[in-house]
C-alpha cells in the first residue's frame, strides 16, 4: 500500500505560479511512475504528466511548456511547478503513484483557482 498526502494549490492571479508537493509513504519502494492530473467539473480527469523512476518525464499537451513535473528520491516526493496561470487551469489537482504490485493510488486532491 501507497499513501500520498498533497500539499500547495489554492489561489493564484493570472500570470502568476503555484507549486503543489505530493509526499509518498507506506511501500515506497514499490513506487514506478509518479504523476498528475486534474479534473475540471463536469470533464472527465486530465492527465498532465508524469515521472519515471528513472527520472524520464512525459508532458500532456495542456502542461507543456508551463507546468514542470519533478521528483525527490530522497524525500519521495514528487512535485508539480506551474507557471503562467491561466483561469482554464481552475482544477482539482491530483497526484498519483503506480506501483509494482500492480496498484495506482490517487493523492487526496487539490483545489487550484485562477482568477482574473
Known amino acids: 500500500q501507497v499513501q500520498l498526502v498533497q500539499s500547495g494549490g489554492g489561489l493564484a492571479q493570472v500570470g502568476g505560479s503555484l507549486r503543489l508537493s505530493c509526499v509518498a509513504s507506506g511501500d515506497i519502494f ?3 511512475v509518479m504523476g498528475w492530473y486534474r479534473q475540471i467539473p463536469g470533464r472527465d480527469r486530465e492527465r498532465l504528466g508524469t515521472i519515471s523512476k528513472a527520472g524520464q518525464v ?3 499537451d495542456s502542461a507543456k511548456g ?3 513535473i519533478s521528483r525527490d528520491y530522497v ?3 514528487v512535485s508539480l511547478q ?3 496561470l491561466k483561469p482554464e487551469d481552475t482544477a482539482v ?3 498519483s503513484a503506480s ?3 500492480p496498484g495506482f493510488y490517487w493523492g487526496q486532491g487539490t483545489q487550484v483557482t485562477v482568477s482574473s
Do not use: A, H, L, P
Open 99 to 101: 506501483t509494482t504490485e
Open 93 to 95: 489537482y491530483y497526484c
Open 82 to 84: 506551474m507557471n503562467y
Open 75 to 77: 524525500k519521495n516526493t
Open 30 to 32: 514499490t513506487i514506478n
Open 66 to 68: 508551463r507546468f514542470t
Open 58 to 60: 512525459s508532458y500532456g
